[in-house]
């Protein structure tokens, strides 16, 4: 099921790759939405398989397909009025397995690269836990306080649209430590600025 809005990245450029890719699957095959999803989550498989190989470039221009992937079942939905509560769910489930993957080839290379030392350590969990925080951390805000983050830096700082374009960014440049130096700072402030929020506007 589509979302009812886009971060920065899917706004100006994941939209404009997904949507056409949608019509044409749409209009010359039987794909599902689900199928696009289950798509998405096997392409970020494979981008943290790159990692996990020593391909960085790789590893990023696939994580960025799978987020432009991502789009396109929501997009595909739309189109053939498949939307429905189980394919939200499913592609959320799906986006968690698969940012988990691609963070995990990108901490074992970093790891084998720099040595198992305690700073490499922290900033590789630290990557890793602040990118899934930053996701559950917008669900619980909103199934149970109904606060929406869809503004300012809560709303789009450390979105998924927005990580998966930082490890692009990461692999093409083979820049792996520095990609998850800045995801773990930047995951992190999130949901420490979400948490914030929170007790702001609940009054806590």
């Not at 987020?67 to 739309?78: K, Y």
């Not at 429905?84 to 799906?94: C, K, M, N, T, V």
């Not at 630290?126 to 109904?146: H, P, Q």
């Not at 998850?180 to 806590?204: C, E, F, Q």
Request: charged content about 15%; glycine content about 10%; some cysteine.
């Amino acid at each position: 099921m589509p979302k009812g809005w886009d971060g920065l990245i899917s706004r100006k450029i994941n939209r404009k790759f997904s949507r056409p890719i949608a019509r044409f699957l749409a209009e010359h095959t039987n794909l599902t939405p689900n199928q696009v999803s289950i798509l998405s989550f096997v392409v970020g498989v494979f981008s943290g398989i790159s990692f996990l190989l020593n391909q960085p470039i790789l590893g990023g221009l696939l994580a960025q397909f799978a987020s432009i992937l991502d789009g396109v079942d929501g997009d595909l939905a739309v189109i053939t009025g498949r939307t429905s509560a189980f394919g939200g769910f499913l592609d959320s489930i799906l986006d968690r397995y698969c940012d988990l993957s691609i963070l995990l080839g990108m901490a074992y290379s970093f790891l084998l690269t720099f040595g198992q030392n305690i700073c490499s350590v922290i900033i590789a969990f630290a990557a890793l836990f602040g990118s899934l925080m930053v996701s559950y951390s917008r669900a619980k805000a909103e199934t149970d306080l109904g606060v929406i983050f869809r503004t300012g830096f809560s709303g789009y700082a450390a979105n998924r649209d927005v990580r998966l374009f930082i490890i692009m960014l990461g692999g093409i440049l083979n820049q792996i430590p520095a990609t998850l130096i800045v995801l773990a700072v930047l995951t992190n402030l999130t949901v420490a600025k979400r948490v914030y929020d929170v007790r702001r506007v609940s009054g806590g």
